[in-house]
């Protein structure tokens, strides 16, 4: 067996894993962050789970909460699952605007390539699966990443979305998720998550879902990510009707202030 049918033969049975089993959701609501109550509980679940992988630093371990500087722009959307009242799952996604984003500190030079372009980007990032809730499945990660990738095709119009991804989890990116490498796959050192490698990856919004259908076309339903993401319908994803985006609360239950500005950690609003 050559290489390259090596390859194939490994993303076909990484593939084959990743099922998504609806029945074992219905308790679950997937939504956009409106309320400071989750706010709060989706970034102080951020901090929690990344202090644990190592990603936070000495400085910035007593933080409650972890929110970047990008959390407050307009657009920008913090993703939350929640089983009953206690959310278990998030996810941001940052538009790009004047102010950059936070993958520009390491990857600029890729993103101003994509900028040239005239392409609109957004930053995937501050992702979330609370310890209790991980049972082996993908399925809160792939609603998350679901209700993230609607709002960013179907309501902001985005051209592409970006990652910065720890290499030991960019391979569940690229051979599920469709997602391609930028900078030639260099990985550098990421001073927002304490120095840990990162790889910069895309998803070209265009060609997704084609790109998803063909890879998935023999695959059975419970495993198609193609079906899951561009056909099926979820209820319990909830999103604004008639497309409309939703407005970024966060800026009223943070305050934006010097702490926010140098250490990405504001104080929260009591």
Excluded: W
Aim: glycine share 4%; aromatic share 10%; with cysteine.
């Amino acid at each position: 067996m050559t290489e390259f049918e090596k390859k194939v033969t490994k993303q076909t049975q990484l593939q084959q894993l990743i099922k998504i089993d609806e029945r074992e959701m219905e308790q679950y609501r997937f939504e956009i962050a409106t309320s400071a109550k989750d706010y709060f509980a989706a970034l102080k679940l951020v901090q929690d789970v990344y202090l644990k992988e190592g990603y936070v630093n000495a400085d910035e371990s007593s933080c409650l909460c972890r929110i970047l500087e990008n959390h407050f722009f307009e657009k920008t959307a913090v993703f939350i699952g929640k089983k009953e009242d206690k959310v278990v799952f998030t996810v941001s996604l940052f538009p790009d605007s004047s102010n950059g984003l936070p993958m520009d500190s390491i990857y600029k030079k890729e993103l101003d390539s994509l900028r040239d372009q005239g392409r609109m980007i957004g930053e995937v990032g501050c992702l979330a699966t609370h310890p209790e809730f991980r049972n082996g499945s993908q399925n809160l990660p792939m609603h998350g990443n679901k209700i993230m990738l609607n709002y960013a095709m179907d309501y902001l119009k985005l051209d592409d979305l970006v990652i910065t991804a720890h290499p030991k989890h960019a391979l569940l990116y690229k051979q599920v998720l469709m997602f391609e490498e930028m900078g030639k796959g260099t990985i550098k050192a990421h001073p927002k998550v304490n120095s840990n490698p990162a790889v910069a990856l895309r998803l070209n919004l265009k060609e997704a879902e084609e790109k998803c259908r063909h890879f998935y076309q023999n695959n059975s339903l419970e495993t198609n990510m193609h079906y899951f993401f561009f056909v099926k319908q979820s209820p319990i994803l909830h999103l604004p009707e008639n497309n409309q985006v939703e407005s970024n609360n966060c800026r009223q239950f943070f305050y934006p202030g010097d702490l926010a500005m140098h250490t990405g950690y504001p104080v929260y609003k009591n």
